[in-house]
């Protein structure tokens, strides 16, 4: 089954004379188990792309389908609703508040997801061991390695 299915997918950004068309009929299809890389130089369109792709943004026009499901006519919450159930982000400025120690940041997203505290605490706090940082629960995010 396709997870992901794009179709002539279109982003312009700025309208008349300025009008800049950022992805030009993009077609791709993800199906479950792919691993994927989308490479290409600076400015090719490739974070807008992944924006549109975790329904961060949305296409000028084209179709996109997530599990079968059409994104164009969902509201701004159904998208929130569905990145919080199909994506997870890792971004390339880390986005982590620093007031916040490392377990506190994981937990986070939790939140919207509706969970008690204790709870996102525990998921966190096991995320975190399982990715070796089981010493780094309390770390401010400058106190971690960037690596």
């Known amino acids: 089954m396709n997870i ?3 179709s ?12 800049v068309h950022i992805l ?3 077609d791709l299809t993800i199906k479950k188990g792919d691993f994927i890389a989308i ?3 600076s400015g090719s369109g490739k974070s807008t792309l992944m924006n549109i792709l975790g329904c961060l943004d949305t296409a ?3 179709s996109y389908k997530i599990d079968g499901v059409d994104t164009s006519p969902l509201s701004r919450d159904q998208l929130s609703d569905l990145r919080q159930k ?7 400025r880390y986005n982590l508040l620093s007031a916040l120690s490392a377990v506190e940041n994981v937990a986070l ?3 919207y997801a509706g969970l008690p505290q204790q709870q996102r605490l525990q998921q966190a706090e096991a995320l975190l061991k399982k990715l070796n940082l089981g010493d780094k629960l309390a770390n401010k995010p400058n106190q971690l390695s960037g690596g």
Do not use: C, H, W
Request: glycine residues 14%; aromatic residues 14%.
């Open 60 to 62: 000028s026009d084209g």
């Open 39 to 41: 490479m290409g130089t």
């Open 4 to 6: 992901i299915e794009v």
């Open 24 to 26: 030009k009929a993009i």
């Open 109 to 111: 997203p939790a939140v």
């Open 8 to 19: 002539k997918l279109n982003k312009y950004f700025g309208a008349g004379e300025n009008r």
């Open 86 to 92: 199909k994506f997870g982000f890792i971004f390339q």
